[in-house]
């Protein structure tokens, strides 16, 4: 049976450590201090430019199905419920068939969008917002309704398990800025100011073939150094198929480092629990890494987040 042993990676960041990171890149995304965060590199221009990747007229999905069975990363499953359907007596006139669905939209499972007042750090959310508009009622500061118009832009996947030769990495591994720039070279592709950045860990396709695990606490994910690479490119929005994060913490006293790095200092809205195993054979047959992208998340305009199929248009 061949193993792929977890490599050491990067050293773990002390909490001074992190905090000498946060404030770099804090300062360096000043640009994406509003109420839309870095979202304001979508430009009109940017996103025509984004749109003449379309060539061959293909769509794929960056979403999974979403999970209705509880499992180890799963524990409140979403619920879906028929409120409705036709009975017996269907076979003339008019019917309905209804149904209803709720969710856990942040759990370890299904594709979602995190908002920028998802992360609370030191009291504040991103851009100083005090903490206390985060009520009972929802949000009432940088909530979803930023991205009300949809997200589009010009996407760019960078496959790391490609890069290493591995199916995929695993749990407890991190993708470092090397890593990144490394598979920019490897896929002849360049992340460039207002992409949407997509980093494939392999997540989607380990829980295929091994099963679902307890995710929450072992998982891979890029490591808060990495950030580096995203600020000197100034991305719009990150996504990954795993949480972004990697677990175990590579952080002293910070469980969600890239979290707070991403949404809270920089503005990024953050794509999480994606798949790829779609779109990235269609890349590799296409001979190209990006494309247009379009997320669309539900109205909902108080909210910390939403889940959403993301299309990538090739």
Known sequence: MVTHARPA???RLTQEQFGVLYGRLQARAGWASGARGALEALTPARVAAA???VQAGRTVTL??????????????????????RPGEDASSGLHFARDSFAMNVHGDADSHLDALCHVIYDGTLHGGVSASSVTAGGAT?????????GIVGRGVLLDIPRLRGVPWLEPGDHVTAGDLAAAESAQ????????????RVGHRRRRTELGAWHAASERAG??????????????????GDGNNDTSPSSTEGVDFPVHVLAIHAMGLHLLDYLQFEDLAPVCEMEGRWS????????????????????????
Do not use: K, W
């Open 9 to 11: 990676g990067p050293p």
């Open 51 to 53: 749109a003449r990747e």
């Open 63 to 84: 979403a999974a199905p979403v999970e209705t069975l509880p499992g180890p990363d799963n524990p409140q499953p979403a619920t879906h419920r028929m409120s409705g």
């Open 141 to 149: 500061a940088l909530s979803l309704d930023a991205a009300r118009d």
């Open 188 to 199: 002849q592709v360049r992340v460039e100011e207002g992409d949407l950045l997509f980093v």
């Open 222 to 239: 890029l490591h808060p150094s990495a950030l580096e690479f995203l600020a000197n490119r100034r991305v719009a929005v990150l996504g």
């Open 291 to 314: 494309f247009l992208c379009v997320i669309a998340p539900l109205r909902l305009p108080d909210a910390t987040g939403s889940p959403v199929n993301p299309i990538a248009l090739l």
